[in-house]
């Protein structure tokens, strides 16, 4: 897929991210200290975003940095990762070329991720991951850029510490893998079960934003104005429930494929829509669409931002597009708290 080749992970701040470091670093009475702690909260809360972007799972209540008694008197940016230990998440500043390890980062720490900030904080860059530190008389105090390791180390390392838990407990039952949605086989005519038009889907509702909006040539779309422009691909839709409960926390997400012309270096393009089912207006604020490679990785776009979109109070559909070439695997994730949905798909 397009776009997967830059090396540093940019994650956006949500709402919720800036919510909570305002709410902890208001209760901060030195202004320093509650400069410290808005800017760990923030790197705590992009780590646990990209974490559950590929379904590793995070408990941010059970933190040091997350407990007012402690942020004041603490300089840490913990994560517990649940039956493993605790990722510390540091802050780094623009223009720095270390990481700063306070002295209480450096016991109970299964690693560390460098979180880069910009001059505005409306994202982060994740640098990478750098494994616990061993103990020792004189214990680092900074770490270089340069030590950390690529994401995809620290998604081994936590897949090995929760597989040596995992040794001693009872064996779980594994459920059956899904199967890949063929959008190949779609421009045949031939849809897998539970895939429908949009007209048994929805009956007579058909909403202008089942028509493309905005510019079909940029790889992530969110809501726009409306375009009349006629589809010329292959759409289905299937009823997604999020929580099982479908009239209160549904959504149906709608997948177009569309040939380009043999002369593009993409053979296909996709349109991905996540909308209200017919009994709702509006989706649930803070459903998550998000696109992953058949790793379960982020797909990046040109920027290193993932192709990834959440909806707001009053959206009645949100939708990404993405380009790929034939055979080529990915996965789309529906996420609204703590519930998450996944459908594969191959081109």
């Known amino acids: 897929m397009n776009s997967t080749h830059t090396p540093l992970l940019t994650v956006p701040l949500s709402h919720d991210a800036h919510t909570w470091a305002r709410k902890f670093a208001a209760e901060q009475i030195n202004p320093h200290h509650g400069k410290r702690v808005y800017l760990n909260t923030l790197a705590v809360y992009a780590v646990h975003t990209y ?50 390890l306070p002295p209480e980062t450096l016991d109970q720490r299964i690693g560390y991720v460098g979180v880069q900030f910009q001059t505005q904080l409306d994202a982060v860059q994740l640098l990478g991951f750098v494994p616990a530190i061993a103990p020792s008389p004189s214990p680092p105090t900074q770490l270089p850029l340069t ?5 995809a180390n620290l998604v081994a390392h936590l897949h090995h510490l929760q597989s040596i838990q995992a040794t001693s407990a009872p064996e779980p039952r594994i459920a059956a893998p899904t199967v890949s949605v063929n959008l190949g086989q779609w421009l045949q005519n031939q849809f897998e079960v539970g895939w429908q038009t949009l007209e048994d889907l929805f009956g007579g509702d058909l909403r202008p934003g089942f028509n493309f909006r905005g510019d ?14 006629p589809s010329t691909g292959v759409r289905r839709g299937k009823l997604i429930e999020l929580g099982g409960q479908p009239t209160a926390h549904g959504a149906a997400l709608v997948v177009e494929v569309t040939p380009l012309p043999e002369t593009s270096e993409m053979k296909h393009e996709v349109l991905l829509q996540v909308h209200p089912t017919r009994e709702q207006r509006f989706l649930p604020p803070n459903l998550q669409l998000i696109v992953l490679d058949a790793a379960n990785q982020p797909v990046l ?9 959440h909806s707001h109070q009053t959206d009645n559909f949100i939708q990404l597009l993405l380009r790929g070439q034939t055979g080529e695997q990915f996965h789309v994730r529906l996420v609204l708290g703590n519930v998450s949905v996944t459908e594969k798909f191959v081109i």
């Open 51 to 100: 974490l559950r972007w590929i379904r590793i799972a995070t408990d941010l209540s059970q933190g040091d940095s997350w407990q007012l008694h402690l942020q004041a008197v603490l300089d840490v940016a913990d994560l517990v990762i649940p039956n493993v230990g605790k990722l510390e998440c540091r802050p780094i500043l623009p223009e720095t070329s270390v990481c700063h």
């Open 147 to 151: 030590e950390f390791q690529a994401l």
């Open 216 to 229: 079909r040539s940029s790889p992530a779309l969110a809501s726009s104005e409306a375009s009349l422009e």
């Open 301 to 309: 776009d040109a920027s290193g931002t993932p192709l990834a979109v």
